[in-house]
C-alpha cells in the first residue's frame, strides 16, 4: 500500500492527451489491465460492455483510472469486481455529469484526489498511513457529491424558512386586518 499522494500524482500524471478517445476501445483497455493485474484474460471481466460509451468525458476518466489501476507499483489488493463494476457503471457517470470537463480531473489535485478516493472507497481499500475514519471523513470533504447534496439541502431549508415566514406575515396581516375591523 502507498500513500494516497501517489495515486494522486499518477491521475495528475495521467498522458491523457496522447490517447484518441473517439477510437480507443474500453473493453480492450480493462481487458488488458485486468489481465495484467491477474494473468486471467480469457473473457472480459464485466457484464456489459463499455464500448457503447460515447461520452468522451467519460470515457476519459475510464482511461485516467485504467492508468492508475494498470500501474505495478500501485500496489492496489485484489478487489472484487462487482464492486468494481458497479462504480464504473454507477458512480463514473455521476462523477462525471458534475465535473463535465475530465481536463479537471488531471489538472486540479482536490478533483485527482476526489477521483481516486471515489475509487478506493468503492473497492474498499485504504491508502497507507490513513485510518478509516480519516479516509471518510476527508473523501466526504472534497465529494463533489456531496457538496450537491448539502447545497439541494441548504436550499430547502431556504425555502422552507421563506414559506414560514410568508405564512407568519399573512397571519400577522390577518390578525391586524381581524383587530382593525373589530374597532
Known amino acids: 500500500m502507498l500513500e494516497i499522494r501517489h495515486y494522486i500524482k499518477q491521475i ?3 498522458p491523457i492527451h496522447q490517447v484518441d478517445l473517439f477510437s480507443v476501445s474500453l473493453d480492450a483497455l480493462w481487458f488488458d489491465v485486468f489481465f495484467s493485474r491477474t494473468n486471467q484474460g480469457k473473457l472480459f471481466p464485466f457484464p456489459k460492455s463499455f464500448d457503447t460509451i460515447t461520452n468522451l468525458n467519460l470515457k476519459a476518466i475510464h482511461i485516467i483510472l485504467a492508468n492508475v489501476l494498470y500501474d505495478k507499483e500501485s500496489q492496489i489488493p485484489e478487489f472484487t469486481l462487482q464492486s468494481f463494476y458497479d462504480y464504473l457503471s454507477n458512480t463514473l457517470p455521476k462523477l462525471c455529469e458534475l465535473i463535465p470537463d475530465y481536463h479537471t480531473w488531471t489538472s486540479d489535485s482536490e478533483r485527482a484526489e476526489e477521483l481516486i478516493r471515489s475509487l ?3 473497492i474498499h481499500f485504504l491508502p497507507a498511513t490513513e485510518t478509516k ?3 471518510t471523513d ?4 472534497i465529494d463533489s457529491r456531496e457538496r450537491v447534496r448539502i447545497l439541494e439541502e441548504t436550499k430547502k ?3 422552507r424558512a421563506k414559506e414560514i415566514l410568508r405564512q407568519l406575515r ?3 396581516e390577518e390578525e391586524a386586518a381581524s383587530k382593525y375591523n373589530r374597532e
Request: net charge negative; no cysteine.
Open 133 to 135: 475514519e480519516y479516509f
Open 157 to 159: 431549508a431556504q425555502e
Open 120 to 122: 478506493f472507497d468503492a
Open 170 to 172: 399573512q397571519k400577522e
Open 138 to 141: 476527508r473523501y466526504r470533504s
Open 12 to 14: 495528475l500524471n495521467t
